[in-house]
Protein backbone atom coordinates (compact mmCIF):
# COMPACT_ATOMS: atom_id res chain seq x y z
CA UNK A 1 0.00 0.00 0.00
CA UNK A 2 1.14 3.33 -0.44
CA UNK A 3 2.70 5.65 2.19
CA UNK A 4 0.32 8.43 0.83
CA UNK A 5 -2.77 6.20 1.02
CA UNK A 6 -1.16 4.84 4.40
CA UNK A 7 -1.09 8.33 5.68
CA UNK A 8 -4.62 9.27 4.60
CA UNK A 9 -6.52 6.38 6.39
CA UNK A 10 -4.61 6.76 9.77
CA UNK A 11 -5.43 10.13 9.64
CA UNK A 12 -9.16 9.91 8.70
CA UNK A 13 -9.22 6.99 11.94
CA UNK A 14 -7.42 10.09 14.39
CA UNK A 15 -10.02 12.56 13.16
CA UNK A 16 -13.41 13.32 15.38
CA UNK A 17 -15.98 14.46 13.66
CA UNK A 18 -17.76 16.53 15.82
CA UNK A 19 -15.26 18.54 17.23
CA UNK A 20 -13.20 18.61 13.91
CA UNK A 21 -9.70 17.55 15.83
CA UNK A 22 -7.31 15.29 14.82
CA UNK A 23 -6.07 13.17 17.95
CA UNK A 24 -2.44 12.43 17.43
CA UNK A 25 -0.07 10.50 19.97
CA UNK A 26 -2.43 11.91 22.64
CA UNK A 27 -2.40 15.37 21.51
CA UNK A 28 -5.79 16.81 20.30
CA UNK A 29 -5.19 19.40 17.04
CA UNK A 30 -7.56 21.11 15.60
CA UNK A 31 -7.80 22.95 12.24
CA UNK A 32 -8.30 26.43 11.95
CA UNK A 33 -9.07 29.01 8.76
CA UNK A 34 -5.23 29.69 8.85
CA UNK A 35 -4.73 26.06 8.30
CA UNK A 36 -7.03 25.91 5.44
CA UNK A 37 -5.04 28.99 4.06
CA UNK A 38 -1.62 27.12 4.53
CA UNK A 39 -3.04 23.82 3.52
CA UNK A 40 -4.91 25.26 0.30
CA UNK A 41 -4.14 29.23 0.00
CA UNK A 42 -7.66 29.82 0.82
CA UNK A 43 -7.86 33.47 2.14
CA UNK A 44 -9.52 33.50 5.66
CA UNK A 45 -11.54 37.25 4.29
CA UNK A 46 -15.00 37.98 3.41
CA UNK A 47 -18.93 37.35 3.40
CA UNK A 48 -19.86 33.93 5.29
CA UNK A 49 -21.33 31.16 3.19
CA UNK A 50 -24.52 30.17 4.67
CA UNK A 51 -26.33 26.90 3.20
CA UNK A 52 -30.16 27.21 2.08
CA UNK A 53 -31.82 23.80 2.37
CA UNK A 54 -34.42 24.89 0.28
CA UNK A 55 -35.18 23.67 -3.11
CA UNK A 56 -32.90 24.70 -5.72
CA UNK A 57 -32.70 27.32 -8.18
CA UNK A 58 -34.78 25.78 -11.03
CA UNK A 59 -33.38 27.83 -13.58
CA UNK A 60 -29.59 27.31 -12.77
CA UNK A 61 -30.38 23.54 -11.95
CA UNK A 62 -31.54 22.81 -15.58
CA UNK A 63 -28.52 24.41 -16.96
CA UNK A 64 -26.01 23.12 -15.32
CA UNK A 65 -27.07 19.31 -15.29
CA UNK A 66 -26.83 17.18 -18.19
CA UNK A 67 -30.48 16.17 -20.05
CA UNK A 68 -32.08 13.52 -18.55
CA UNK A 69 -29.68 13.60 -15.04
CA UNK A 70 -31.41 14.37 -12.12
CA UNK A 71 -28.19 15.75 -10.39
CA UNK A 72 -25.46 18.15 -11.63
CA UNK A 73 -22.60 15.53 -11.60
CA UNK A 74 -19.14 15.67 -11.97
CA UNK A 75 -18.61 14.04 -15.14
CA UNK A 76 -21.23 16.40 -16.78
CA UNK A 77 -19.26 19.54 -16.10
CA UNK A 78 -15.90 18.00 -16.60
CA UNK A 79 -17.03 17.33 -20.16
CA UNK A 80 -18.79 21.15 -20.68
CA UNK A 81 -16.15 22.93 -18.72
CA UNK A 82 -13.60 23.16 -21.02
CA UNK A 83 -15.87 23.17 -23.87
CA UNK A 84 -17.47 26.59 -22.27
CA UNK A 85 -17.23 30.09 -24.31
CA UNK A 86 -19.32 31.99 -22.07
CA UNK A 87 -17.40 33.60 -19.50
CA UNK A 88 -20.02 33.57 -16.52
CA UNK A 89 -21.27 30.13 -17.27
CA UNK A 90 -17.59 28.90 -17.07
CA UNK A 91 -16.83 30.66 -13.86
CA UNK A 92 -20.08 29.07 -12.24
CA UNK A 93 -19.24 25.79 -13.67
CA UNK A 94 -15.57 25.76 -12.36
CA UNK A 95 -16.66 27.04 -8.81
CA UNK A 96 -19.46 24.11 -8.93
CA UNK A 97 -16.74 21.60 -9.69
CA UNK A 98 -14.39 22.52 -7.18
CA UNK A 99 -16.78 22.96 -4.20
CA UNK A 100 -17.75 19.11 -5.31
CA UNK A 101 -14.17 17.98 -5.37
CA UNK A 102 -11.72 20.11 -2.85
CA UNK A 103 -13.92 22.55 -0.93
CA UNK A 104 -16.55 20.70 0.22
CA UNK A 105 -16.21 16.78 -1.20
CA UNK A 106 -18.66 14.87 -2.03
CA UNK A 107 -18.11 10.94 -2.91
CA UNK A 108 -21.33 10.74 -4.46
CA UNK A 109 -20.36 12.30 -8.08
CA UNK A 110 -22.46 15.26 -8.15
CA UNK A 111 -22.47 18.75 -6.41
CA UNK A 112 -25.64 19.34 -4.24
CA UNK A 113 -27.84 21.92 -6.06
CA UNK A 114 -28.36 23.84 -2.75
CA UNK A 115 -24.81 25.84 -4.30
CA UNK A 116 -25.78 26.70 -7.17
CA UNK A 117 -27.30 30.12 -5.01
CA UNK A 118 -23.18 30.87 -4.56
CA UNK A 119 -22.89 30.75 -8.65
CA UNK A 120 -25.68 32.51 -9.77
CA UNK A 121 -23.93 36.31 -9.06
CA UNK A 122 -20.46 35.75 -11.04
CA UNK A 123 -19.17 38.98 -9.23
CA UNK A 124 -20.07 38.18 -6.01
CA UNK A 125 -18.07 34.94 -5.94
CA UNK A 126 -14.77 36.66 -5.31
CA UNK A 127 -16.53 37.88 -2.08
CA UNK A 128 -16.91 34.83 -0.16
CA UNK A 129 -15.26 33.38 2.38
CA UNK A 130 -13.98 30.24 1.14
CA UNK A 131 -12.00 29.11 3.86
CA UNK A 132 -13.81 29.03 6.49
CA UNK A 133 -16.63 27.21 3.86
CA UNK A 134 -13.94 24.69 3.89
CA UNK A 135 -13.50 24.27 6.94
CA UNK A 136 -17.21 23.60 8.01
CA UNK A 137 -17.79 20.99 5.42
Known amino acids: MPIQRMLVENLIEKFNVVDRTFTIQGHVVSISPWDVYCILGLVDKGEKIEINRKQAHRKWFSVYKQKGDTAITFKYLEERIPR???????????????????????????????????????SRIKDLNRARFTLAH
Request: charged share 15%; with cysteine; net charge negative.
Open 84 to 122: EADADHFARMFVLYAIGTILAPCSKGYVASNYLEFVVNV
